[in-house]
């Protein structure tokens, strides 16, 4: 497989996988709630098909493209979201709880900004030359902890890389009526250097975080790419407040996977189309059968 | 010259710092010669200058730094310069910290002490004087000490903060009074009057939190069973001797050093023993430690428990006037008052 079939396939499964979950819900499969990141599925691939084995991902609510891209199973993440025993933390965390290897996931938003620094520090005063990436939203930009830590990050010299997905809008409402001036402007006033990528092309995102963490690697100290996108489904599930033909628009102009798609051979495109598809139904279907999570033994 | 409570705590920051590299010290101020605002850091950054970090005043921020180190293999301890600032800390103590290991299905472990003064009785008025931590009891999977002023076998404050710090992989809040850093420790030779007995919860299979009981040597058997715990535990103390010696009347004093989770035992045998009990504590009445704890002895106890009262600060905020701060907060003599009442 070349890269690009790699990261189209990597990008249909976190699809695939959502919309499964997005179809499932309304049959009462999983209850709770849940964020899917269709339409964003290159700034998870690009970015973390970049990382070092021992480097560290900090992720928020809208995290399974993140787990998916990190090479997370697919069963245990349907499991989790089932609340099944075999889920990747037993059915105790579901959808935006995750821990696994290291990634670390968490639905406050903003919190685990500064917890990504202090990962880094660790990281750093053991020497041990992995770095961490924080991914956060437009919206959690509002957050007061956030600068708190980008300001320690900066005087610190924590190796750590911040993502803002800016998908223009947190759960209803667009970004201009809640953020003031500019994003980047915002990293530039702690001293920490900001790239601002406007695509949905995988390969644009994966080469410049490429650079980017060779930096934060080298250089030892953060830095951010803020990556504009487009949320294509509704904020958690049914709670979109954009008309169809805004979403329409939005699909036909930025889609990740049709970019990626017309730049491949048919042939690898509906082979790959058929191993995901397949990976996801049998993965739905032993979720499915998993037993449920229980208290039993466990204090 | 007697060691101070602050000079113990002092001593198990260095000790921690000297046994474990891993041991990082963050917080405002910390640097010598200043040596953090009650100097309980002091030295530490001359000892370990790699390890001592002073930090922007950014409460709720570094609490996620430290939140981070101790999820990646360090054990760091934070100092939150005044307890009133808990309050900034609450969202990655509530949300983040005491929620990892469990929510991620025990894969993870978070050995982080956050220490802090509470209390009043020095004039620093409404924000600098609070006892919060009730708020922070209760919460699952958030451990919550208070260092007694005592130095029995191996046992002191320090030995107490050494041990979170190096023994303890589950976060930690580390709660010390303001108006315990200058007492001297007490030792089984200047408590000479006193029986002192040194429990520990079936839960606690380290020995790492010792329950004191204190009774007044060769008394009657006690009639009031009291609890407190911080400095509260010392005025109490005082109360007990002063009415054992004075009045006649005695009592049996428990003083716990880990708040939450609460461990029942002993003082609920002492309880069955005397039927009465009064607690006493710095924060605000309501809904606060005495109050559960008084709900756990009626569940436990049923009608052997005759009589159970609090004793606790009014719920104002805490008054910067001397006179003021003395009524709002609970006094000495208003233990004894008390204890006059329900031994009579
Ligand atoms: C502290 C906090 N406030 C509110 C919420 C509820 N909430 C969950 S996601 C979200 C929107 C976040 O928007 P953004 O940061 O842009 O991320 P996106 O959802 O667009 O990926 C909100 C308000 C939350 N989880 N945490
Ligand atoms: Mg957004």
Redesign the interface.
Known sequence: MTLEEEYFRDMLRIRRFEETVLEEFKRGVFSGTTHTSIGQEADAVGVIRQLLPDD?ILTNHRCHGHFLAYGGDMRALFAELMGRQTG???G??GSQ???YKNL?S?G?QG?????????????K??KSEAAVVVFIGDGTLGE??IY??F??AS??SAPLLIVVENNHIAQTTPTEYALAGDIRMRFQAFGIPALELDTSNVMEIAGNTFQLMREVHEDYAPRALILNTQRFGPHSKGDDTRSEQVVALLKEKRDPITLMEKQLSSDSVSSIRAEVEQQVKTAFEIALADPVATMEGRP | MKTTVLESLNQGLMAALKADATVHLLGEDILDPYGGAFKVTRGCSTAFPERVIPTPISEAGLTGVTAGMALRGLRPVLEIMFGDFTTLVADQLINHISKFRWMYNDSVTLPLVIRTPMGGRRGYGPTHSQSLEKLFMGVPGLTVLAPANFSIDTHSPGSLLENSILYTDSPVLFIENKMQYLQPLLTTEILSDFDVELRFDPSDSEEQFPIYCLRIKGAPPATVTISAYGFCGELARQAQSKLAFEEEIFSQLIIPTRLSPFALQPLMESVARTGKCLLVEEGTRSLGWGAEVAALLAETLGDKLKQVKRLAALETPVPAAVSLEKSMLPQQEDIEALLRKMSA
């Open positions: 560290v990747i933390c037993g105790r965390g709880h995750i821990h670390y968490n406050v919190g685990i900004v500064p917890i990504a620094v202090g990962m880094a520090l660790a990281e005063q053991k007061g902890v708190e830590a300001n320690m005087l610190w």
